[in-house]
């Protein structure tokens, strides 16, 4: 993994490459590759270790590689330490194959010694060198039938871009598990694992789907099933602008993506309101079907897991319905209680997550009924949803997720009270009382977001602790993960999330003087018991930023060292506010440590490997 480009038409290819390759840095990497095909020079390969910039030079911008097709790859290193000889593209012994791609090929070690046993010479410790060998053992002058043997003959996940020397006017392209677009152009095909790469050049795409092959030329694109029969495919239109992709002036994509989950989060509530009520258009599940429901099982990974445990609270409170939020990397290996009557909530921003995914076929095969929120249309887990929500956020770049948050967050409240209203669980006043408050919500954003010097003057203050943790209950628990994981993702702070009335179990032997204790105390009826032990921390030496709604600050002031404040808002919404000043303070502090933000060491944007 982690970015793949790929070109075919009648420019110069390396220069397209090259920025495609750079609409996808966000995802993360630590080396770089191009192959490309010229009629004079034959497979040009180019590939160096670090930052795209560094093959950049050494290729001059592409300028230095001709040709019109070709193949290009980011890749953050999963077999094989970071090199230029482990960097994609990888290429067969006698040069006829190069090969991207995104994934692990699971039976790799034996294809390895299988193919040496034959007289291969490797010279990578790459999985994906494999693919491109197998190819070269395969060929026997028939492109498509060396790939359907290679495929077939391969275990795991993989998204592939494939140049053939023997057949330079043409890519293939072929996908299981992981994401991979084409692009559709005017004497140009394209493909990507992110339409981030393509939006400069084109805005028609489809997306290939788990076993299908795609063959592309300049002026025709063909796709394949596992077994070589041509599937005819649905053409989308991307509607976003690429200033969308672009920094707009901010320093990092994180902090523009903070700044922009008013808007966002008005566009996914909205036109999801019609009259006083919640509308949910693409809702598929009767009345029926949610009464007889016995459990909900919200299913999700990183901060859409966190998401997941907000709206346990949440779910459980309007519909007075067991739900169960369980990690998609630890469904499928629990034995899940799961029938007819089960109902799994996928929560997913790519919708391409392989943990998510697998977690979510899993529960298929089980009987439930599966409803996911997606931010990417047309993503795997979309399609293979009975219902999906998108959170219409529009693209998010940074690789420490911020408006997706707050987005699917804003789905959960409108799944919430659009079923709550369809089972008479809340009665009409209550109902009204959250929802009015949840439009509220992009305002009070705003707020926020106007006095984030505040934030950054705390984060000033505390950036050089070595350890921090977040306390709360309930909702503000919920809140505490995701501020916690947001300051690990990007300052590499240590950090940990602990509910509030945990501390005497062990937490608190881990309190030292000078250790930072972030006590989230927005929940009223719970905020006397969090600034509790907000007192015990500070007794053991911690010093404590406190988190509350404005109302009670002046309360918190007197055993916190420092107060953040929110604007009151309905109890249930507190988590849509809270997490905005621990997003911040996150931002704030990685900055204070001169730390990489939207390409933080060893994360992925999207988590297409197990």
Known sequence: MCGIVGYVGRE??????????????????????????????????????????????QIQGGNILHGAIGVGHTRWATHGAPSDVNSHPQVSENGRFAVVHNGIIENYAELREFLQSEGVQFVSDTDTEVAAQLLEYYYQGNLLEAVERTLHTIRGAYALGILCADCPDRLIAARK???????????????????????????????LDDGEIAELTADHLWVYDAYLRPVEKEHRHVDWEISAAEKGGYEHFMIKEIMEQPEAIRKTVSPRIRDGR????????????????????????????????AAKYILEKLLRKPVEVTLASEFRYCDPIVSERTLALVISQSGETIDTLAAMREARRLGAKVVSIVNVVGSTIARESDSVLY???????????????STQLAVIYLIGLYCADLLGTLDRTEYDAILSELQRVP????????????????ASLYFNRPSMFFIGRNLDYAVGLEGSLKLKEISYIHSEAY??????????????????????????????????????????????????????????????DDVISIPETHPMLLPSLAVVPMQLFAYYTALQRGCDIDKPRNLAKSVTVE
């Open 278 to 309: 919640v509308v949910l258009d693409d809702w598929q599940l009767t009345v029926r079907e949610l009464e007889e429901m016995d459990r909900l099982y919200i299913i999700a990974c990183g901060s859409s897991y966190h998401v997941g445990v």
């Open 12 to 57: 110069e290819a390396a220069p397209i490459l090259l920025d495609g390759l750079s609409r996808l840095e966000y995802r993360g990497y630590d080396s770089a590759g191009v192959a490309v095909y010229g009629k004079e020079a034959g497979m040009q390969v180019a590939k160096a270790k670090g930052r795209l910039q560094v093959l950049c030079d």
């Open 177 to 207: 598990d992981s994401p991979l677009i084409l692009g559709f152009g005017a004497g140009a095909h394209y493909l990507a694992s992110d339409v981030t790469a393509l939006i400069k050049y084109t805005r028609e795409v489809c997306w």
């Open 391 to 405: 959170t219409w956020a529009g693209p998010e770049i940074a690789v420490a997720t911020t408006k997706a948050y």
């Open 499 to 560: 509910a509030a009335g945990e501390l005497k179990h062990g937490t608190i032997s881990l309190i030292e003087p000078g250790t930072l204790v972030v006590a989230l105390a927005g929940c009223g009826p719970l905020f006397e018991k969090t600034v509790s032990n907000a007192v015990e921390v500070k007794s053991r030496g911690a010093d404590v930023l406190g988190l509350t709604t404005r109302d009670r600050a002046a309360d918190l002031s007197r055993t916190a």
């Open 443 to 458: 305002d009070k954003l705003e707020e926020i977001l106007k006095d984030r010097e505040d934030i950054q003057y705390f």
